[in-house]
Antibody
Framework: QVQLQESGPGLVKPSETLSLTCAVS?????????WGWIRQPPGKGLEWIGS???????YYNPSLKSRVTISVDTSKNQFSLKLSSVTAADTAVYYC????????????WGQGTLVTVSS | EIVLTQSPATLSLSPGERATLSCRAS??????LAWYQQKPGQAPRLLIY???NRATGIPARFSGSGSGTDFTLTISSLEPEDFAVYYC???????????FGPGTKVDIK
């Protein structure tokens, strides 16, 4: 059973960098699939942030691209998100997820972690 | 950028009734469309992938149809646990980017 678990600070100050890690169990990241981050502001809809392939190739939402870095550590079977220069608008539940390389299919999700941007 | 529009925003129905949810894309997405169910405090759950394929473990009352720009999620007979928010999501072929629709809330009438 594939499981994903987000971890990281729940509170980040404005203008600082949000950093989250997603630990994957039950599947080796090196075996394939894309690994991504999706967020959901309180009471609002879902927004894809970006994804990384096991090879390290990255794909980002154009609206966030200038502030986002996603990286992978295959030795630890985890991947990470960094979002710089955060504002209150970045307050959201952040989900890590797995999605298929050739299908419209996000098949495994983490439970989500709330990150609040506030001084 | 492809924009997804979902209608209606809210659907008020009774258990046992049929639910029909619509998702329209601003340009063709072929069959690269998925549907998700989300309940309060939970992560979304994949229901349908590639427009019409039920995900593992999803009951047969859920079905998806459509291609190109117009897609439909049908719940043939609502069960109490089906009252939730439903999102559609498209995936671009290359690069593999994607967007979500704004969601349709199915609530109890």
């Amino acid at each position: 059973q594939v499981q994903l678990q987000e971890s990281g600070p729940g509170l980040v100050k404005p203008s600082e960098t949000l950093s989250l890690t997603c630990a994957v169990s039950g599947y080796s990241i090196s075996s394939g699939y894309y690994w991504g981050w999706i967020r959901q502001p309180p009471g609002k809809g879902l927004e894809w942030i970006g994804s990384i392939y096991h090879s390290g190739s990255t794909y980002y939402n154009p609206s966030l691209k200038s502030r986002v870095t996603i990286s992978v550590d295959t030795s630890k079977n985890q991947f990470s998100l960094k979002l710089s220069s955060v504002t209150a608008a970045d307050t959201a539940v952040y989900y890590c997820a797995r999605h298929a390389p050739t299908r419209a299919m996000v098949d495994y999700w983490g439970q989500g972690t709330l990150v609040t941007v506030s001084s | 950028e492809i924009v997804l529009t979902q209608s209606p925003a809210t659907l008020s129905l009774s258990p046992g009734e049929r639910a029909t949810l619509s998702c329209r894309a601003s340009q063709s997405v072929s069959s690269y469309l998925a549907w998700y169910q989300q309940k309060p405090g939970q992560a979304p759950r994949l229901l349908i992938y590639d427009a019409s394929n039920r995900a593992t473990g999803i009951p047969a009352r859920f079905s998806g149809s459509g291609s190109g720009t117009d897609f439909t999620l049908t719940i043939s007979s609502l069960e109490p646990e089906d009252f939730a928010v439903y999102y559609c999501q498209q995936r671009s072929n290359w690069p593999p980017t994607f967007t979500f629709g704004p969601g349709t809330k199915v609530d109890i009438k």
